[in-house]
């Protein structure tokens, strides 16, 4: 059952934020990215909702599970996403407006807050730095390819293995069914927005415990007051 934020609700101590689409809004460059990419490998995808799919998951593990592409296959086309996204479409993001005081507002609330995002660390930084937001954050962790770590679920699980073991009343704020996936995954409870790029029914669906439609809402939600 989704519970809707009503009112005070501040009983988690460690908080999981997914990225994109969370924090930031990077949509412009990943589907300007994506766009790049297909055209690259001569494929015409041009309708809006098999483009905005891009957005969250691992582009990859996407192409694979979306288009059939082999291992072989989405490496290939991945090196072009990577070859525009590292060159323009990364600076192509902005912070949502609000969400640097729904983290200042949660951060005074004494919690604890990491970045769990299935982007490789380099790009993440470059963008908590542009962005200037790493004192909101005690912990980032990102996807390592040469490690393996592709999915949310891994990203989360290496937390843990870092962090010494699941952290007690832990969370995880994400706008894709991925990011609730994979807090059931690791056995946290998970909190869906509604201004990223999923939707409720992807939220409801994928089973998330709480729907935060706004950045409002997602302050007093974990961080305690209205």
């Given at each position: 059952m989704i519970k809707h934020i009503s009112g005070k609700n501040s009983r988690y101590a460690s908080v999981f934020m997914d990225f994109d689409g969370t924090i930031a809004d990077t949509c412009e460059g990943i589907l300007n990215?994506?766009?790049?990419?297909f055209a690259k490998i001569g494929m015409d995808i041009n309708d809006e909702k098999s483009l905005y799919a891009f957005i969250g998951p691992p582009?990859?593990?996407?192409?694979?599970d979306a288009y059939g592409f082999s291992e072989e296959q989405a490496?290939?086309?991945y090196a072009y996403f990577t070859e525009y996204y590292r060159e323009k479409g990364l600076m192509q993001s902005r912070l949502f407006p609000g969400i640097e005081e729904t983290l200042r507002h949660i951060k005074a609330s004494e919690k604890t807050l990491y970045i769990a995002t299935s982007k490789p660390r380099p790009m993440v930084m470059k963008l908590v730095d542009a962005f200037d937001i790493a004192r909101y954050f005690d912990g980032v962790y990102c996807a390592d390819h040469g490690k393996g770590i592709y999915s949310k679920t891994q990203v989360l699980q290496n937390a843990f293995r870092d962090l010494g073991g699941k952290p007690e009343s832990a969370v995880m704020v994400g706008?894709?069914?991925h990011d609730i996936e994979g807090a059931k995954a690791v056995g946290i409870d998970s909190v869906g927005v509604l201004y990223g790029y999923g939707g409720?029914?992807?939220l409801v669906q994928a089973g998330c415990d709480y729907i935060a439609e706004t950045m409002?809402?997602?302050a007093v939600l974990l961080g305690g007051k209205e």
């Open positions: 990215a994506v766009k790049h990419m582009v990859k593990h996407h192409l694979m490496a290939g086309a706008d894709r069914y409720y029914d992807e409002r809402d997602l």
